[in-house]
């Protein structure tokens, strides 16, 4: 296996919205839970996207995973790694894009690496190098106030640079919109003045493919799933790979009892929650309970399992910002976020023993936590429930077939939980 694209995303969700992205844009794509063993048999693809949980973690073993993952990638032909990233740039001053990035540029980088998160379809654009969330700015938007990672700064060349040791330079939209050509001067002129990474604007497609052309020349960059809709037009374009746009998915059915678990605390998942409990049974979870020690978790399984059969349930650990800095507060954000996190593993491994078959999980903590947990090493792409949201076919699962769905706190419509059962057949 020669591969077009190796690709290296911090959480789970975001590598479904990647392999999701690519798949659509003609490339063949599969998706492994870490860094795939040696014996996983994978099928002919011109993409993988490793999906590792180092978003959150320490920066030191978030630079050492992602430079494993980096490693096998190479082995297999990859000649461009794209480091995904969110599109909201979920991270700290701590890390941990900046000191990823810096270890993969010292792998093997050549020149300043272009970084962004936009991705136009999903309403994030940079200009100037501010991210705006629809029309304001990230830092005056709702997505600011992640639990884990909360984000103040719009100015990503500033958040960048806070963390990470290389100076950190801008393409303008204007350059950007010169072309090709316009964008590959200006990076040659950062470099020769010490710069080792650039914030690059975008606001429409076009922008994208501009930078997908720019990017390919180079080993490496930093981007959403907006920047690998660049590198697979610019791949497919330039005849270094055939489109394979319509082929994929699957014909047979999985089946079985049905369940969605809900994790994140944004406006999009709350709102979700609260319109799926007019079609089916929906369950919130004390948080406080999770974090005492009491049975929430028997709780859940026992208030779930008589209700399979007759359909989709949804539990939820969800709560508002406010609620979860409350707990935070109470309990430590870190130990308040594992707790949770390992409740909604252990409802998961309970339900899939149950005959659960088709997942549905929002968050990319929480499904993170539950992917880990089922013990599912890679999947196949199938169809899209929402922007960045595939159906998800298990390769290699314990449990055997399984069709999932993992889904970024922010992402799909309204009646998102009931979408995406309606694919999942």
Same mark, same amino acid.
């Given at each position: 296996?020669?591969?077009?694209?190796?690709?290296?995303?911090?959480? #789970?969700?975001?590598? =479904?919205?990647?392999?999701?992205? /690519?798949?659509?844009?003609?490339?063949?794509?599969?998706?492994?839970?870490?860094? &795939?063993?040696?014996?996983?048999? /994978?099928?002919?693809?011109?993409?993988?996207?490793?999906?590792?949980?180092?978003?959150?973690? +320490?920066?030191?073993?978030?630079?050492?995973? =992602?430079?494993?993952?980096?490693?096998? $990638?190479?082995?297999?032909?990859?000649?461009?790694?794209?480091?995904?990233?969110?599109?909201?740039?979920?991270?700290?001053?701590?890390?941990?894009?900046? !000191?990823?990035?810096?270890?993969?540029?010292?792998?093997?980088?050549?020149?300043?690496?272009?970084?962004?998160?936009?991705? !136009? +379809?999903?309403?994030?654009?940079? #200009?100037?190098?501010?991210?705006?969330?629809?029309? @304001?700015?990230?830092?005056?938007?709702?997505?600011?106030?992640? &639990?884990?990672?909360?984000?103040?700064?719009?100015?990503?060349?500033?958040? /960048?640079?806070?963390? =990470?040791?290389?100076?950190?330079?801008?393409?303008?939209?204007?350059?950007?919109?010169?072309?090709?050509?316009?964008?590959?001067?200006?990076?040659?002129?950062?470099?020769?003045?010490?710069?080792?990474?650039?914030?690059?604007? %975008?606001?429409?497609?076009?922008?994208? +493919?501009?930078?997908?052309?720019?990017?390919?020349?180079?080993? $490496?960059?930093?981007?959403?799933?907006?920047?690998?809709?660049?590198?697979?037009?610019?791949?497919? =374009?330039?005849?270094?790979?055939?489109?394979?746009?319509?082929?994929?998915?699957?014909?047979?059915?999985?089946?079985? !009892?049905?369940?969605? /678990?809900?994790?994140?605390?944004?406006?999009?998942?709350?709102?979700?929650?609260?319109?799926?409990?007019?079609?089916? !049974?929906?369950?919130?979870? *004390?948080?406080?309970?999770?974090?005492?020690?009491?049975?929430?978790?028997?709780?859940?399984?026992?208030?779930?399992?008589?209700?399979?059969?007759?359909? &989709?349930?949804?539990?939820?650990?969800?709560?508002?910002? *406010?609620?979860?800095?409350?707990?935070?507060?109470?309990?430590?954000?870190?130990?308040?976020?594992?707790?949770?996190?390992?409740?909604?593993?252990?409802?998961?491994?309970?339900?899939?023993?149950?005959?659960?078959?088709?997942?549905?999980?929002?968050?990319?903590?929480?499904?993170?936590?539950?992917?880990?947990?089922?013990?599912?090493?890679?999947?196949? @792409?199938?169809?899209?429930?929402?922007?960045?949201? &595939?159906?998800?076919?298990?390769?290699?699962?314990? %449990?055997?077939?399984?069709?999932?769905?993992?889904?970024?706190?922010?992402?799909?419509?309204?009646?998102?939980?009931?979408?995406?059962?309606?694919?999942?057949?």
């Amino acid at each position: 296996m020669t591969l077009a694209l190796g690709c290296i995303a911090d959480d #789970y969700t975001g590598a =479904s919205d990647l392999a999701n992205t /690519l798949t659509r844009a003609g490339l063949r794509t599969v998706q492994t839970i870490g860094i &795939p063993a040696d014996d996983l048999a /994978l099928p002919e693809v011109d993409a993988v996207v490793v999906s590792l949980k180092s978003r959150s973690i +320490e920066a030191g073993l978030a630079v050492s995973r =992602s430079r494993a993952a980096e490693k096998w $990638l190479r082995s297999r032909g990859a000649g461009h790694v794209l480091f995904k990233i969110c599109s909201t740039f979920d991270s700290t001053d701590a890390g941990n894009i900046g !000191p990823v990035m810096d270890a993969l540029r010292v792998d093997g980088s050549d020149g300043a690496v272009l970084v962004t998160p936009a991705f !136009p +379809e999903t309403g994030r654009t940079v #200009y100037q190098g501010n991210l705006f969330v629809g029309a @304001v700015p990230l830092n005056e938007s709702p997505l600011k106030d992640h &639990p884990l990672n909360p984000m103040r700064d719009s100015n990503l060349v500033r958040v /960048l640079a806070r963390q =990470s040791k290389t100076q950190v330079g801008l393409v303008d939209l204007a350059t950007v919109t010169r072309g090709a050509e316009a964008v590959r001067a200006r990076l040659a002129d950062l470099a020769g003045k010490g710069i080792g990474a650039a914030i690059i604007d %975008a606001v429409f497609d076009r922008d994208l +493919e501009t930078i997908g052309l720019v990017a390919a020349q180079h080993r $490496l960059s930093v981007g959403a799933s907006g920047i690998g809709l660049g590198l697979a037009r610019a791949l497919v =374009s330039t005849g270094k790979v055939k489109s394979a746009a319509g082929t994929g998915g699957w014909d047979s059915a999985v089946g079985g !009892p049905a369940a969605c /678990l809900a994790g994140s605390c944004s406006q999009a998942t709350l709102q979700q929650i609260a319109n799926a409990e007019r079609v089916m !049974p929906v369950l919130h979870l *004390d948080q406080d309970r999770i974090l005492t020690g009491a049975d929430e978790v028997q709780r859940a399984i026992a208030w779930a399992k008589p209700r399979l059969a007759d359909g &989709p349930v949804l539990i939820a650990s969800s709560a508002t910002p *406010d609620q979860v800095a409350a707990l935070q507060a109470r309990h430590g954000r870190d130990a308040a976020g594992h707790a949770i996190e390992q409740a909604m593993a252990d409802i998961a491994e309970n339900l899939v023993k149950s005959g659960v078959r088709r997942l549905v999980v929002a968050g990319g903590e929480t499904s993170g936590a539950v992917v880990d947990r089922l013990g599912i090493p890679g999947f196949l @792409v199938g169809a899209e429930i929402a922007a960045g949201v &595939p159906v998800l076919r298990a390769v290699g699962a314990e %449990a055997g077939d399984m069709l999932l769905a993992l889904k970024s706190g922010n992402f799909g419509g309204p009646a998102f939980f009931a979408d995406a059962l309606g694919l999942m057949r």
